[in-house]
Every structure is written in C-alpha cells, then in structure tokens.
C-alpha cells in the first residue's frame, strides 16, 4: 500500500463527520500528496507533507496507546479525533511549496550548478495551526479540543511572546489533546524525520 493510498484509506474508514468527503476530495484536488512538509528542514523532499502527516498520526496514536495515557492520565479519544487532528494538522501547508532553482557549489567539483529547491510562497499568509483550523472548518465542524489541538501542535516553538507562551500553556492545561499532538508532531519531526537521525 502505497502512503497515498494508507492516508486514504485511514481518513475514510475513521473520518466520518458532515462534510469530510468534500474536505477529502479538496485534499486530493490539492498538492498535499506531492508537497514537501517544509522547505529545508523535516521531510523537505516531495510527497514529505503525506509523510510527515501518516508519521504524525503513527505517534499520536502510539502516545495514547501508552499505559500511563490511559490510566493515569486518563486521556481518551474516539478514532476520528485522532485521525483529524493528527492528517489535517499540517493542511496549512497545501499549495505553499513551488520549485525553484538556484547555483549551489559542488563541494567534489568546485564547480557551480543549478538544483532544485523548495520556496515558500504562500498567497494565505493566516499563520499556522490556526490556518489549518480555517482551512479544515468550510467543510467540516471541529470540536473545541481537535481545534486548540491542531492551532497549538506547534507547542512554544510557535510562540514568540510573552502572551503567545501564556496561551500554549493555557491550551496545553485545557486541552490535553493539544499537548499530545504537538508531542507526536515533535517526535515525528525530530526523531523520525531529521537529518540528524
């Protein structure tokens, strides 16, 4: 099964809100299946988007599965909640990436040549997290928790003031969901997906 085909397949057999066959097929319209998950960091590569989001979805649901989760933390949530909130974490990310060229020195040769690269270039510049939340509610509502999970995944390393730290933890407090996303997205990007490995 191909990534495309098991990102299908999970949004359809555990999506099932109002509105989900058309934010799905919005999806499949979109360049989401080929579009990297960033310009030169995590899954900078095409199709990275897909796979950052199936490895988001694979901790997410490893991390609730945990023992000290469910019984000490007392934290649970139905199937779709886990899905939207862990495959549509990202959406913010569709149609933003385009190829482009630049000279770069070959380090063997000394020569310069041209390769490819990512550039951002979005024409929706409404944030992050919270973009994702507006692009995701046209066609299907959230609840409070999938909404503050999916605008904080992004945790402090979104915050830039004072403020913007006070809500991250006030949504961590709250939601706990929230937290819980953006440790999966942490681990996904750090650790499944770093150059750094």
Known sequence: MTA??????????KIK??????????????????????????SAYEGGLLDHS??????????LDR?????????????ETIAIVSLLHDLCKVNVYKVSKRNVKNKETG??????????DDKLPYGHGEKSVYMITPF????????????????????????????????????????????ADMEATYYLESENK
Not at 67 to 79: E, F, H, P, Q
């Open 4 to 13: 495309r085909d098991r990102f299908i397949e999970i949004f359809k057999s």
């Open 67 to 79: 023992d000290v989760a469910k019984n000490k933390y007392k934290l649970s949530y139905s199937d």
């Open 140 to 183: 299907m509502r959230l609840t409070r928790e999938e909404a503050f999970a999916i605008r904080y995944h992004m945790g402090f390393s979104g915050a830039t003031t004072s403020i913007e730290t006070n809500n991250v933890s006030k949504a961590f407090e709250m939601f706990p969901l929230a937290f819980a996303l953006s440790t």
């Open 54 to 63: 199936l490895n988001v979805y694979d901790c997410l649901c490893a991390y």
């Open 17 to 42: 809100r109002e509105g989900a066959d058309k934010l799905l097929e919005y999806i499949i319209s979109s360049d989401f299946f080929v579009a990297p998950a960033s310009a030169k960091y995590h």
């Open 111 to 120: 020569r310069w040549e041209e390769v490819d690269y990512f550039e951002f």
